[in-house]
């Protein structure tokens, strides 16, 4: 069977949350299980390099079939193989190769070349691309915090500040309405200029980002995903317009249009020492829509 010759084209990044799409390829996936590779799709992917966001929820439907429960993951194909997942041995565009959304469905799979139309669940969607977009600002809002503890120069974040968040992150996770990310402070960053002292009062860190959180939210400044081009491997990053300028993060996940979607946001602080590194988690939760 022929797999695909060009990525799948995305239109999450706009905000879709239906699309019409055509069957390109299907993929045995094990237990009855298939991938349905589409044309085109609104759902957004878990990926597997940085599986930071979770996946859309999603239903197809064809002329024949509704599948309610669906996988959404990022696949690769090359050399006529598919590589679905955690199985995908190499980052989203890499050269060589051509990168799809697998929909993983239950039962039989529809018929290549016939149409699909991928529904995505709103309020999921609006729950996780509220919280990631918080999760960029507190980074931020983190950011501007800790600048005076620095004592050397060094790279710099999309606000000019220095860039603690990039360089010390461990690990990010998107919930609904909710983001945590992992801080290692270790011999490298201390290095780099970094006092891990700051954190000798995390509830006063907590509540200055907090601060500017709510400041720049206040602001209502306009949210929006650019991107390169329409394929999934396209380049794409997070843009939001604050007072102090334009700030622009690589990123490959939803988000809504406004700074005025995200309804206080507020910020708590964790840390434990460990030998040779302090161990730093900063939660970030928005109120629910309603």
Do not use: N
């Not at 045995?28 to 878990?46: E, I, K, M, N, S």
């Not at 996780?128 to 507190?138: G, M, R």
């Not at 709510?214 to 081009?229: D, F, K, L, N």
């Amino acid at each position: 069977m022929a797999v695909p010759t060009t990525d799948t084209e995305v239109t999450y990044p706009a905000g879709a949350l239906t699309s019409e799409g055509t069957v390109v390829h299907v993929e045995p996936a094990g237990a009855d299980r298939w991938a349905v590779f589409l044309d085109r799709t609104a759902a957004h992917p878990v990926d597997t390099a940085w599986p930071d966001q979770p996946a859309d929820r999603v239903t197809l439907r064809t002329p024949d079939a509704t599948y309610e429960t669906v996988e959404v993951r990022v696949a690769g194909f090359h050399d006529g193989s598919v590589h679905i997942g955690d199985a995908l041995p190499v980052r989203t565009g890499t050269e060589g190769w051509v990168f799809g959304v697998a929909h993983v469905v239950v039962g039989p799979p529809p018929q290549i070349g016939g149409p699909v139309t991928v529904t995505v669940d709103p309020d999921f969607r609006v729950a996780l691309s509220v919280a990631h977009s918080t999760c960029h600002l507190a980074a931020l809002a983190l950011d501007a915090v800790l600048a005076e503890h620095w004592s050397k120069p060094g790279s710099t974040d999309a606000l000019g500040h220095p860039a603690f968040d990039s360089l010390a992150i461990v690990r990010s996770s998107i919930h609904e309405y909710r983001s945590e990310d992992e801080y290692r402070i270790g011999k490298s960053l201390r290095k780099k200029g970094f006092d891990p002292a700051a954190f000798d009062d995390a509830d006063a860190v907590a509540a200055r980002v907090t601060e500017q959180l709510r400041a720049w939210t206040a602001s209502g400044g306009p949210i929006h995903v650019e991107a390169e081009g329409p394929g999934l491997s396209a380049r794409r990053q997070w843009t939001c317009a604050l007072p102090e300028g334009t700030a622009a993060i690589p990123c490959g996940g939803t988000h809504p249009r406004s700074l005025a979607d995200l309804v206080d946001p507020a910020v708590t602080i964790a840390v434990e020492d460990v030998p040779g590194a302090r161990l730093v988690t900063m939660t970030t939760t928005v109120v629910a829509h309603r």
